[in-house]
């Protein structure tokens, strides 16, 4: 089992959203950087962890947890004119472009901003807090997973 952080802009789709999706699902689209593609495409798997981070907004946190549900397949807003992530250079047979879909399982009691973050010895290295580290999927230790369920004072919901 792997863990992962995937920030949202919670003006474009929230944690809230995400509860509010049937089955308290939803596929995570419109991801347009190929590190953060190759991790959905090649190693984000069913039952993987998922640290649900609030970004671009006035206090940036790890908000809730949600789980991932399907493995990565190829993500159909390329395709579409219409869509704000379309990509005239992706195909059916060539999709460039990858998603997977995960489910809401908590909110945290309190969200968990960057401070907080710094603050935490284990967590203190995480790839979010990194300077100019802008993925919207990136990889998380199972240590930092266990660190942010202890300082919630969550138990592991996976």
């Known amino acids: 089992m792997n863990y992962w952080l995937m920030k949202s802009e919670p003006s474009n789709f929230s944690l809230d959203d995400l509860q509010r999706m049937q089955n308290k ?4 689209d419109g991801v347009r950087n190929y590190q953060a593609r ?4 090649d190693e984000i798997k069913v039952g993987d962890g998922v640290l649900f981070y609030h970004s671009n907004c006035p206090e940036p946190a790890i908000v809730g ?13 390329a395709l579409d004119p219409r869509e704000k992530h379309f990509d005239p250079k992706a195909t059916d047979e060539k999709p460039i472009w990858f998603m997977v879909d ?3 399982l908590c909110h945290l ?13 284990l967590l203190s290295g995480m790839s979010v807090l990194r300077k100019g580290n802008r993925l919207s999927v990136q990889p ?7 660190a942010i369920l202890t300082l919630s004072g969550i138990a592991d919901p996976l």
């Not at 699902?25 to 995570?28: L, Q, S």
């Not at 947890?65 to 807003?77: I, K, N, P």
């Not at 009691?109 to 010895?121: A, G, V």
């Not at 998380?140 to 266990?146: D, L, S, T, Y």
Request: charged share 30%.
């Open 25 to 28: 699902t939803e596929h995570w």
């Open 38 to 41: 190759n991790f959905l495409r």
């Open 65 to 77: 947890l949600a789980r991932v549900v399907r493995e990565g397949y190829a993500d159909h807003t």
């Open 102 to 104: 995960v489910q809401y």
């Open 109 to 121: 009691p309190q969200p968990l901003n960057r401070d907080d973050l710094r603050q935490h010895p």
């Open 140 to 146: 998380v230790k199972a240590e930092e997973w266990q």
